[in-house]
């Protein structure tokens, strides 16, 4: 079974303060997506990762997927209390068209 | 509005009483699955659909049924819900164009409580 764990479960920073979630699998990922979630709505999709060590930028956030593609991470330069959300990593099982999502990092941002 | 809705938003039932939760998209998507997400366990797949009269099961899939008559709409039955089905549910939907890098559009979720 494909599993995708992700790291810290919950951060709560300063605002302006840098930080980065993991997301790691003993698995082989032919790609992996972010999402964030606000409270009382669903994930939206940030961005998705598909070539080995490949780095996409959204504004602030930089998003990496892993040589070997078995892990991926975030990277916030200079958070903001509108960064405040949940973060999930997700995956589809290789041979299927299920999706694997990660257990999450529960962000806080303090003004 | 490009949009995924689901019916009821927030649901209190009891144990063994059957419901349906409903779910429609317009934007003509092929893929559809529903999600249970309860702390600490991340989004869990239940089942997916990818297109009509097809369906699979996710991690998930005991305790639930789905059908997909037709495109839009993707039912999630519970025919004898118990505590442990307390959750809350999402219903997303995809174009099915290529499951590595599609965009996965989410509903804005079902609170659930058996008692």
């Known amino acids: 079974t494909q599993l995708l764990e992700q790291s810290p479960q919950f951060l709560s920073i300063q605002e302006g303060e840098n930080l980065t979630v993991y997301c790691n699998s003993s698995?082989?990922?032919?790609?992996l997506q972010w999402y964030r979630q606000e409270p009382g709505e669903g994930p939206v999709l940030l961005v998705t990762?598909?070539?080995?060590?490949e780095v996409k930028k959204l504004k602030r956030l930089t998003f990496q997927f892993g040589d070997a593609r078995k892990d991926s991470s975030l990277h916030i330069t200079a958070a903001q209390p509108g960064d405040t959300g949940l973060y999930l990593c997700?995956?589809?099982?290789?041979?299927?068209?299920?999706?694997?999502f990660g257990t999450g990092t529960r962000l806080k941002v303090l003004a | 509005e490009a949009q995924v809705t689901q019916n009821p938003r927030y649901l209190i039932t009891v144990t063994g009483k059957k419901l349906t939760v409903t779910c429609s998209q317009n934007?003509?998507?092929?893929?559809m699955s529903w999600y249970r997400q309860d702390p600490g366990l991340g989004l869990r797949q239940i089942y997916y659909?990818?297109?009509?009269?097809?369906?699979d099961k996710g991690d998930v899939p005991e305790g639930y049924k789905v059908s997909r008559k037709e495109k839009r709409n993707f039912p999630l039955i519970l025919e004898s819900p118990s505590p442990n089905q307390t959750s809350l549910y999402f219903c997303?939907?995809?174009?099915?164009?290529?499951?590595?890098?599609?965009?996965?559009?989410f509903g804005p979720g079902t609170r659930l409580t058996v008692l």
């Open positions: 997303a939907s995809s174009l099915f164009s290529d499951i590595r890098t599609d965009t996965q559009y």
């Open positions: 698995s082989v990922f032919s790609s």
């Open positions: 990762v598909v070539t080995g060590g």
């Open positions: 997700a995956g589809t099982a290789s041979g299927t068209y299920k999706y694997i």
């Open positions: 934007m003509n998507h092929e893929y």
């Open positions: 659909s990818m297109n009509v009269e097809v369906t």
